[in-house]
């Protein structure tokens, strides 16, 4: 019950136009309802409420852009009782969204409390800490109310990281910028831009490469195949999807994010799966928990996933949940792909396109479908051991695929 | 009994699938895949969506063939029995 804010999606994203309410005041909503539809670098997403309760007010106007954090709507009735549960909650909350990396990974546990991220600083300014990698939440604002500018964030970066450090990270963060504003309508690029310059210029990858023999794995699915109407047939990525999945359960290690120069592995397997779209540029919605759920579970939420991501209908909990990407590069694709890691994930899987190649097996020579798998890893996070380990359980998989 | 016009509805699946594609531009015996840059789930979703539009069973072996406007249409007409 509390304040509905607007949802961040990802750590590069500082606001997003509202584009239409689904509900108007008096309505009761239940949790997982799609109350809106806003605009984002990501395309037209659906957000969702995360508690039942009554939309009391809609603050934001459609049309209106709405930075990440404000507050979009009042949910549930009573005041006295939220205004007292959000004095209590503001300094654990705090403490909580140290980095936008952090902010990122908690956006449904965030948004059941009452809302927190409550200072106030300019666009400029939120998206100039986010380069820096300075926590607002320590900056002391010199604008009206504490407000935060851009200003203030450089004068705290340059106090706390020392002159060099601030000269050559405002350097960096510049040509990011620049990349940002110069092209304002194409926001999905200049998102990808800058998550994988971040990517690029923090994470130390390290990269693994496997060839599978996928003979086992493809006649399972022609024997699941062949008694089932098309609608309910089980395609390759979602064999593999489910495959990464189990293979993660004993290998948690690369499922999580690396946030505050730690490690946090994610008891959630939320597997991201990269979609490019025609249009160009790509979304990564995630299957949530695909760990424990079956292959006919997994492809139904997969399939429809898809079809939403082409039309602009992804629910923001799928959008900014994922623990770990797969990409794939589909039958025309090429052989094998090396990944940039999504940060501040740990690990990117990527599969090429499943092709017959002379193998050996039993000491003889054997035209086999094979696939290439390769790990994407953050040598911050794990070693290549891990990784090598994390390559190994996911072939076991892929070889014993009745146990899938 | 009225032709069925396959073409018009395999197009309108290729739309939901692809509404960016141009469908107009689109010869017959084109490759789907490489014309309209539709990969191996779009081309599932396809045909999920005519094979519950006209109650046909689509065998899993026939997609690799199924790849042109022409050869899914004239696969429909010979599985779909006409009066």
Same mark, same amino acid.
């Given at each position: 019950?509390?304040?509905?804010?607007?949802?961040?999606?990802?750590?590069?994203?500082?606001?997003?136009?509202?584009?239409?309410?689904?509900?108007?005041?008096?309505?009761?909503?239940?949790?997982?309802?799609?109350?809106?539809?806003?605009?984002?670098?990501?395309?037209?997403?659906?957000?969702?409420?995360?508690?039942?309760?009554?939309?009391?007010?809609?603050?934001?106007?459609?049309?209106?852009?709405?930075?990440?954090?404000?507050?979009?709507?009042?949910?549930?009735?009573?005041?006295?009782?939220?205004?007292?549960?959000?004095?209590?909650?503001?300094?654990?909350?705090?403490?909580?969204?140290?980095?936008?990396?952090?902010?990122?990974?908690?956006?449904?546990?965030? /948004?059941?409390?009452?809302?927190?991220?409550?200072?106030?600083?300019?666009?400029?300014?939120? =998206?100039?800490?986010?380069?820096?990698?300075?926590?607002?939440?320590?900056?002391?604002?010199?604008?009206?109310?504490? #407000?935060?500018?851009?200003?203030?964030?450089?004068?705290?970066? =340059?106090?706390?990281?020392?002159?060099?450090?601030?000269?050559?990270?405002?350097?960096?963060?510049?040509?990011?910028?620049?990349? #940002?504003?110069?092209?304002?309508?194409?926001?999905?690029?200049?998102?990808?831009?800058?998550?994988?310059?971040?990517?690029?210029?923090?994470?130390?990858?390290?990269? *693994?490469?496997?060839?599978?023999?996928?003979?086992?794995?493809?006649?399972?699915?022609?024997?699941?195949?062949?008694?089932?109407?098309?609608? /309910?047939?089980?395609?390759?990525?979602?064999?593999?999807?489910?495959?990464?999945?189990?293979?993660?359960?004993?290998?948690?290690?690369?499922?999580?994010?690396?946030?505050?120069?730690?490690?946090?592995?994610?008891?959630?397997?939320?597997?991201?799966?990269?979609?490019?779209?025609?249009?160009?540029?790509?979304?990564?919605?995630?299957?949530?928990?695909?760990?424990?759920?079956? *292959?006919?579970?997994?492809?139904?939420?997969?399939?429809?996933?898809?079809?939403?991501?082409?039309?602009?209908?992804?629910?923001?909990? /799928?959008?900014?949940?994922? #623990?770990?990407?797969?990409?794939?590069?589909?039958?025309?694709?090429?052989?094998?792909?090396?990944?940039?890691?999504?940060?501040?994930?740990?690990?990117?899987?990527?599969?090429?396109?499943?092709?017959?190649?002379?193998?050996?097996?039993?000491?003889?020579?054997?035209?086999?479908?094979? *696939?290439?798998?390769?790990?994407?890893?953050?040598? =911050?996070?794990?070693?290549?051991?891990?990784?090598?380990?994390?390559?190994?359980?996911?072939?076991?998989?892929?070889?014993?695929?009745?146990?899938? | 009994?009225?032709?069925?016009?396959?073409?018009?509805?395999?197009?309108?699946?290729?739309? &939901?699938?692809?509404?960016?594609?141009?469908?107009?531009?689109? &010869?017959?015996?084109?490759?789907?895949?490489?014309?309209?840059?539709?990969?191996?789930?779009?081309?599932?979703?396809?045909?999920?969506?005519?094979?519950?539009?006209?109650?046909?069973?689509?065998?899993?072996?026939?997609?690799?063939?199924? &790849?042109?406007?022409?050869?899914?249409?004239?696969?429909?007409?010979?599985?779909?029995?006409?009066?």
């Amino acid at each position: 019950m509390g304040d509905f804010v607007m949802p961040s999606l990802g750590s590069q994203m500082i606001e997003a136009k509202l584009v239409q309410w689904h509900v108007k005041p008096g309505d009761k909503v239940k949790k997982g309802d799609i109350i809106g539809e806003i605009d984002t670098e990501k395309g037209l997403i659906d957000i969702e409420v995360f508690e039942d309760g009554t939309i009391t007010e809609l603050r934001a106007k459609e049309g209106e852009t709405i930075p990440v954090g404000s507050v979009m709507a009042i949910i549930g009735g009573d005041k006295e009782h939220k205004a007292a549960a959000q004095q209590k909650e503001v300094p654990a909350e705090e403490k909580k969204i140290k980095k936008n990396g952090k902010q990122e990974v908690t956006v449904s546990a965030r /948004e059941k409390r009452p809302p927190v991220h409550r200072m106030k600083a300019s666009p400029l300014a939120r =998206r100039v800490a986010e380069d820096l990698h300075v926590d607002l939440g320590k900056v002391k604002g010199s604008g009206p109310e504490g #407000t935060i500018h851009k200003k203030d964030v450089e004068a705290y970066a =340059r106090e706390t990281k020392g002159e060099e450090t601030f000269k050559k990270e405002i350097e960096m963060a510049a040509h990011v910028s620049a990349a #940002t504003e110069a092209k304002a309508p194409k926001s999905m690029r200049q998102s990808i831009a800058a998550a994988m310059s971040r990517s690029n210029r923090e994470i130390p990858h390290y990269y *693994l490469e496997t060839e599978i023999d996928m003979t086992a794995a493809m006649d399972r699915l022609e024997e699941i195949n062949r008694k089932r109407a098309v609608n /309910e047939r089980i395609l390759p990525p979602v064999l593999l999807i489910k495959a990464v999945a189990n293979a993660l359960t004993e290998v948690p290690e690369l499922n999580g994010f690396w946030t505050d120069e730690v490690m946090h592995v994610e008891e959630g397997i939320h597997i991201g799966f990269a979609i490019s779209l025609r249009q160009g540029g790509l979304v990564i919605p995630a299957v949530l928990n695909a760990d424990m759920k079956s *292959l006919d579970e997994i492809r139904t939420e997969f399939v429809d996933m898809i079809m939403r991501a082409r039309e602009g209908h992804l629910k923001s909990r /799928e959008i900014s949940s994922a #623990t770990i990407t797969i990409t794939s590069l589909g039958e025309r694709g090429a052989e094998k792909v090396f990944g940039v890691i999504y940060p501040p994930q740990v690990a990117l899987v990527g599969f090429g396109r499943i092709s017959p190649k002379p193998i050996v097996v039993d000491g003889l020579i054997g035209i086999r479908p094979v *696939l290439s798998a390769t790990l994407a890893g953050d040598h =911050r996070a794990t070693d290549g051991h891990t990784g090598s380990r994390f390559l190994e359980k996911l072939n076991e998989q892929l070889q014993h695929p009745e146990k899938v | 009994m009225n032709q069925i016009d396959y073409l018009s509805i395999i197009k309108k699946h290729l739309h &939901r699938v692809a509404p960016e594609a141009d469908l107009e531009k689109l &010869r017959p015996a084109d490759d789907l895949g490489t014309q309209l840059d539709i990969d191996s789930m779009d081309f599932y979703n396809i045909m999920v969506g005519i094979s519950e539009e006209l109650h046909v069973d689509i065998p899993e072996e026939q997609y690799d063939k199924l &790849r042109s406007l022409k050869a899914i249409k004239d696969f429909l007409a010979s599985a779909i029995p006409q009066n």
